[in-house]
């Protein structure tokens, strides 16, 4: 079992930045890929950011490419997504989830693929 929590979101302003964290628990946190997605209202979760499980490669929607940084500290057993330029259309609870390393990373944006999934931080955006 792997056990995920976020922090880190809020209300900021258009062009403001946030930082989320997700901290985790149990198995080795090193032996997981880890992926952030977001959920607006009525729509369906969307894939923002993954990365390997060494950190070394990191991978981007066409959306957020250039304003989000994801990146990982196996020691703290911690993953982070920094947003800079923020959008309204950012607005959403965001979500980290963890899937087993040896899946290829040609899966990564897709949420079935993810064992395990935290339970979400609310970004809002204000215009």
């Known amino acids: 079992q792997v056990q995920l929590v976020e922090s880190g979101g809020g209300l900021v302003q258009a062009g403001g930045s946030l930082r989320l964290s997700c901290a985790a628990s149990?198995?080795?946190?090193?032996?997981?890929?880890m992926g952030w997605f977001r959920q607006a209202p009525g729509k369906e979760r969307e894939f923002v950011a993954a990365?390997?499980?060494?950190?070394?490669?990191?991978y981007y929607a066409d959306s957020v490419k250039g304003r989000f940084t994801v990146s990982r500290d196996n020691a703290k057993n911690t993953m982070y997504l920094q947003m800079n330029s923020l959008k309204p259309e950012d607005t959403a609870v965001y979500y980290c989830?963890?899937?087993?390393?040896?899946?290829?990373?040609?899966?990564?944006?897709?949420?079935?693929?993810?064992?395990?999934w935290g339970q979400g931080t609310q970004v809002t955006v204000s215009s």
């Open positions: 989830a963890a899937v087993p390393a040896y899946y290829s990373a040609t899966l990564y944006t897709r949420p079935n693929v993810y064992n395990y």
């Open positions: 149990g198995r080795t946190f090193s032996s997981y890929a």
């Open positions: 990365i390997s499980s060494g950190g070394s490669k990191t």
